[in-house]
């Protein structure tokens, strides 16, 4: 069975948790994990890019010489997609580009990057996470003492406005909540810092 060391809020080791063999304990599926993270970067994405076509520039319509007898290329409407400043052909237009997977193969994917957060040592559970008021440089040295360094995710139970607020100036720190927690955010942190009421929650909500 998986174990995480659990720790009070001046980093010292207070015992060890034993983490769900179903959530924290499977076979990682990379490519469950891959797809999750790529479906996640692709339903970010704003797809604002836009040009105007031909029918969409500002130009008359009138027909800029005579069809024939000028010596030069004949042309219907300056705002055509050979001239200087006309429309573009096959203009860029702003669309979707998300899409759905299933949601069997998405718990798959979550409880695949936990396994290995899991297996790599990169689950630190705090008995108790809390602050008594928003300080940015006390919440630093709490993450100091555990010994965290670069990116990690914190992980509450519900929304905490203080540990929210202490933490979310600190480079490289994100805070999140047991309910909606993601492949892609999982991943690309070094370390979870859980509280042990979410960690619960967690194996309520995923088992």
């Known amino acids: 069975m998986p174990k995480a060391a659990i720790y009070n809020m001046l980093g010292e080791q ?3 948790y034993d983490l769900s063999e ?3 304990g499977i076979e990682p599926n990379g490519v469950a994990m891959h797809a999750d993270v ?3 970067l692709a339903n970010c994405r704003q797809g604002t890019q836009s040009a105007l076509t031909k029918g969409e520039v500002s130009f008359s319509t009138i027909k800029p010489w005579r069809q024939k007898g000028t ?3 004949r042309a219907g ?3 055509s997609p050979v001239w200087t400043h006309g429309g573009v052909a096959f203009a860029p237009k702003p669309r979707d580009y998300r899409y759905s997977l299933n949601k069997k193969y998405k718990r798959l994917a979550l409880k695949s990057a936990l396994s290995d957060k899991a297996a790599g040592n990169g689950i630190l559970v705090i008995d108790e996470l809390k602050m008594d008021e928003i300080k940015t440089k006390a919440f630093k040295e709490f993450l100091g003492k555990l010994g ?3 990116k990690a995710l914190v992980i509450t139970k519900d929304v905490d406005e203080k540990v929210l607020k202490s933490a979310r100036n600190i480079p490289g720190v994100s805070v999140t909540i047991s309910t909606i927690l993601s492949t892609y955010a999982i991943l ?3 370390v979870l810092v859980v ?3 979410a960690l619960e929650k967690i194996e309520e909500v995923y088992a």
């Open 38 to 40: 790529k479906n996640h």
């Open 77 to 79: 409407y300056k705002g």
């Open 14 to 16: 207070v015992g060890e």
């Open 188 to 190: 690309n942190n070094r």
């Open 22 to 24: 179903a959530i924290f």
């Open 71 to 73: 010596g030069r290329a």
């Open 195 to 197: 509280d042990k009421a």
């Open 148 to 150: 965290v360094e670069g």
